[in-house]
């Protein structure tokens, strides 16, 4: 069983970032048991000890983590649209996950259906809410400002998008079909397939540490 100590900073998929407060022993449903209290920025959240692994609370993401979470936002993907409402309940299901880079990927599936006008229902709803969680948590990670992690996100996805309509573009000339660009899909992620990829992640982390020895600066003055 996962264990956490006062003040200690964690995870918890539906509400961001927490602090661990204590531990209380509390009756539920005639059943006494022993509950972790987490603050979170609005309310206290309070989980069975027992159940702390299956809500997937954790502690947040080494720096490493963060660079191939930034990284893995650049790689093209070509979402699955076979059946729409089957997909957003496992949209749903990997939020609830709250593991960053199940969410990257949920976060470019989504993204390029909004870059072709195909996002159904509450799938934008979605999209927003896997943003700010990314971003939450690598701001506090980096201890930089959370609009300077968003623009950072949306450059790399735009980038990614950007990679995608030309992969699609090159594979349509190939097959000699006439597409409009952004239609055709290709494999899955190509994670370090080449050199631009390389590229992408040395490019991630040079952004994190600019953005950090700004903050330290301002910090200064």
């Known amino acids: 069983m996962m264990k956490f100590n006062i003040g200690e900073t964690v995870i918890e998929p539906t509400n961001g970032i927490c602090t661990m407060e204590g531990m209380r022993r509390m ?29 997937n609370i954790r502690r947040p993401m080494e720096r490493e983590e963060v660079k191939r979470v930034l990284t893995s936002l650049k790689q093209p993907v070509s979402p699955n649209r076979e059946d729409a409402r089957l997909q957003y309940n496992n949209y749903r299901d990997i939020m609830k996950s709250g593991d960053p880079m199940k969410i990257a990927r949920l976060l470019r599936d989504l993204y390029i259906l909004d870059q072709m006008d195909d996002l159904k229902g509450k799938e934008k709803e979605i999209m927003d809410q896997a943003k700010k969680f990314l971003c939450d948590e690598i701001s506090y990670i980096r201890q930089v400002s959370k609009s300077q992690v968003m623009e950072q996100i949306n450059e790399s996805l735009r980038q990614m998008y950007k990679k995608k309509v030309q992969k699609d573009k090159e594979r349509a000339k190939k097959s000699g079909v006439d597409v409009k660009m952004g239609i055709l899909g290709y494999g899955d992620d190509d994670e370090g397939e080449d050199a631009a990829e390389e590229s992408a ?21």
Request: charged share 40%; net charge negative; hydrophobic share 30%.
């Open 27 to 55: 009756t539920v449903d005639n059943q006494e048991m022993t509950v972790y209290i987490f603050q979170a920025a609005n309310a206290k959240v309070y989980v069975p000890a027992d159940q702390v692994e299956n809500r």
């Open 201 to 221: 992640s040395d490019e991630g982390e040079r952004e994190g540490e600019g953005a950090e020895g700004e903050a330290k600066e301002e910090k200064k003055d």
